[in-house]
């Protein structure tokens, strides 16, 4: 069974770093793409990126090239996503979601909530 | 970019009703067109892939459908386990995009 298990919630303060995991299991981790989705609250879906776990290859979406880092650890079968220069539109929702055919996400991890307050 | 228009916004149907959600894309998208639903709390989680293609486990009351740049899903007879939020997602030219969502409630 495919599984894509997030690391906990976090709660930083405005101009802090933090970064999330997603540990993979069930499947060859190189072998699919890993991406990263936001989801505000109340909001829909909104993808960050992507990497490719075998070389660590990344494509961002222009808005968060300077907000999000994606990197993917082959030894521990875990992708990383670190966000930095937190602000109070960091707040929310981060999902980890393995691509499939189609270029669709056909697993997804359980979600790790990022509050950003002073 | 590509954009993705997705309504109703919000719907109310009754147990039992088929339901249809539509989503139109801003440019020729193909089939890179799929569907997910979420609960409150929860992961989406992937109904619809290639438009029409239903995934492993979603059971058979739901469907895709395509007529041009429409995209639909449909569920031929509602139960209360669809009550949810669904969002269609173009898949094909990155960076990928999601509609803005339905909620489906009940009646």
């Known amino acids: 069974e495919v599984q894509l298990q997030q690391s906990g919630p976090e709660l930083q303060r405005p101009g802090a770093s933090v970064k999330l995991s997603c540990k993979a299991s069930?499947?060859?981790?190189?072998?699919?793409?890993m991406y990263w989705v936001k989801q505000r609250p109340k909001q829909s879906l909104e993808l960050i990126g992507r990497?490719?776990?075998?070389?660590?290859?990344?494509d961002y979406v222009e808005k968060f090239k300077n907000k999000a880092t994606l990197t993917a650890d082959t030894s521990s079968n875990t992708a990383y996503m670190q966000l930095s220069s937190l602000t109070s539109e960091d707040t929310a929702t981060y999902f980890c979601?393995?691509?499939?055919?189609?270029?669709?996400?056909?697993?997804w991890g359980q979600g790790a909530s990022v509050t950003v307050s002073s | 970019d590509i954009q993705m228009t997705q309504s109703p916004s919000s719907m109310s149907a009754s147990l039992g009703d088929r339901v249809t959600i539509t989503c139109r894309a801003s440019q020729d998208i193909g089939n890179y067109l799929s569907w997910f639903q979420q609960k409150p709390g929860k992961s989406p989680r992937r109904m619809i892939y290639g438009a029409t293609n239903l995934a492993a486990g979603v059971p058979s009351r739901f469907s895709g459908s395509r007529s041009g740049s429409d995209y639909f899903l449909t569920i031929s007879s509602l139960e209360s386990e669809d009550m949810a939020i669904y969002y269609c997602l173009q898949s094909i030219q990155y960076t990928y995009t999601f509609g803005a969502g339905t909620k489906l409630e009940l009646k």
């Open positions: 979601a393995r691509q499939g055919g189609y270029h669709v996400m056909d697993a």
């Open positions: 069930g499947y060859t981790f190189t072998e699919y793409y």
């Open positions: 990497i490719d776990p075998e070389d660590g290859s990344n």
